[in-house]
């Protein structure tokens, strides 16, 4: 187990953050710390736009982290239940 960062772009709307740690904690994952920011410079996020079709506007879009203690192989199942989630645009580990 390693400790781990995970990067979320998300839409900044109600629920969406719960939708996250709902997910952590319906699996029993715990959350060493959290942080979210609404973007006000979404020029970083071009390449998501691109990819998703989309138009970003600033702070419609909010950027988390989330520190936790997780295995290879589990925070690969976890990248791609945070990927399922409505509200997410992307999810990664931060390096």
Do not use: C
């Not at 953050?17 to 952590?24: E, H, I, K, M």
């Not at 138009?55 to 909010?62: A, D, G, T």
């Amino acid at each position: 187990m390693n400790k781990r960062k995970i990067l979320i772009i998300l839409e900044n709307k109600p629920g969406a953050l719960a939708r996250v740690v709902g997910l952590f904690h319906q699996r029993g994952y715990n959350i060493a710390s959290l942080h979210v920011d609404a973007v006000e410079d979404v020029s970083q996020y071009s390449w998501l736009e691109n990819n998703l079709s989309i138009n970003l506007k600033p702070n419609e879009v909010s950027e988390m982290t989330i520190s936790t203690t997780v295995s290879d192989t589990l925070l690969t199942q976890i990248l791609r239940q945070i990927n399922k989630l409505i509200d997410v645009l992307y999810a990664e580990e931060k390096i």
